[in-house]
Nanobody, 120 residues
């Protein structure tokens, strides 16, 4: 069983930055690929970024490439999403997930989500 708790969301102006955190419980965190997804109102949940279990490999959706950075600290059982140069279209609920595998766009365990709102 894996439990995930996101934090760090909030309201920010366009061009600003936020750092999301996802604290995980469970023994499998350090051996699992992790990812971030987001869901805007009226839209499907979309993949944002993923990181391998070692942290040595990362991949991103084209819409956030160059602006967002995913990282992890296995000693703290935490994965992060640094979001820079935020745009109003980044407004969404952001979810942390344990990935089925690194190259997947599916997760099997999910957090409750944290709201990110970017004002223009």
């Amino acid at each position: 069983q894996v439990q995930l708790v996101e934090s760090g969301g909030g309201l920010v102006q366009s061009g600003g930055s936020l750092r999301l955190s996802c604290a995980a419980s469970g023994r499998t965190f350090s051996s699992s690929a992790m990812g971030w997804f987001r869901q805007a109102p009226g839209k499907e949940r979309d993949f944002v970024a993923a990181i391998s279990w070692t942290g040595g490999s990362t991949r991103y959706a084209d819409s956030v490439k160059g602006r967002f950075t995913i990282s992890r600290d296995n000693a703290k059982n935490t994965v992060y999403l640094q979001m820079n140069s935020l745009k109003p279209e980044d407004t969404a609920v952001y979810y942390c997930a344990r990935m089925l595998y690194y190259n997947s766009r599916r997760g099997d365990y999910w957090g409750q989500g944290t709201q990110v709102t970017v004002s223009s």
